[in-house]
């Protein structure tokens, strides 16, 4: 009999914690703990040099079409912290801050002369010795970018890393 009445108490118990208010109580906490989890996400960090100090946006434009291109490593443009730096910073101490790079190379008539210059700097501030070039959708690789990437092993030690798409 006793263990009728405590096996009837225990369902009481079920039931009463399985109502609908304790489910929605439930659901909530998981809801609150996803957002403060969200909130807490680390980013990739990516140091891009040869980009204006505020420009980060033609940055994510690129890793977002990488992303849609099915390119896991590129994940997506939330999940990266684009942080521009100047190429005669103290490059050495970043280093060890960061461990992904990138060199924006521009498209304008000046681009090679103006990349060059800024690998240079990186080169002679202890700067990354690999970097991914970033650059705008449609940049063929033959020209500009191969010629970068020569010049960038043979003068100065850099591997400069060109995606296909």
């Known amino acids: 009999m006793r263990q009728a009445q405590a096996l009837e108490a225990s369902e009481a118990d079920a039931r009463a914690v399985d109502a609908p ?4 109580h439930v659901a909530n906490a998981h809801v609150a703990d996803a957002h403060v989890a969200d909130a807490h996400v680390a ?36 999940s990266w912290e684009v942080v521009p730096v100047d ?10 801050r960061y461990s992904r790079w990138a ?15 800024t690998l240079r700097l990186v080169s ?25 990437r020569a010049a960038a092993t043979a003068y100065l030690g850099i591997e400069l890393l060109l995606l296909a798409r």
């Not at 002679?124 to 970068?148: D, F, I, S, T, V």
């Open 103 to 117: 060199l924006w190379v521009r498209s304008d008539a000046e681009a090679f002369a103006a990349m060059y210059r």
């Open 43 to 78: 980013k990739i960090p990516l140091a891009v040099v040869g980009l204006g100090s505020k420009q980060r946006e033609p940055v994510i434009a690129r890793l977002d079409e990488w992303s849609r291109l099915g390119r896991r490593w590129a994940a997506t443009p939330e």
């Open 21 to 24: 208010v304790a489910d929605a």
């Open 87 to 96: 190429a005669d910073a103290p490059l050495q101490a970043l280093c060890a």
């Open 124 to 148: 002679e501030h202890q700067g990354p010795k690999r970097l991914l070039a970033l650059h705008e959708p449609g940049l063929p690789r033959a020209g500009l970018l191969e010629n970068l």
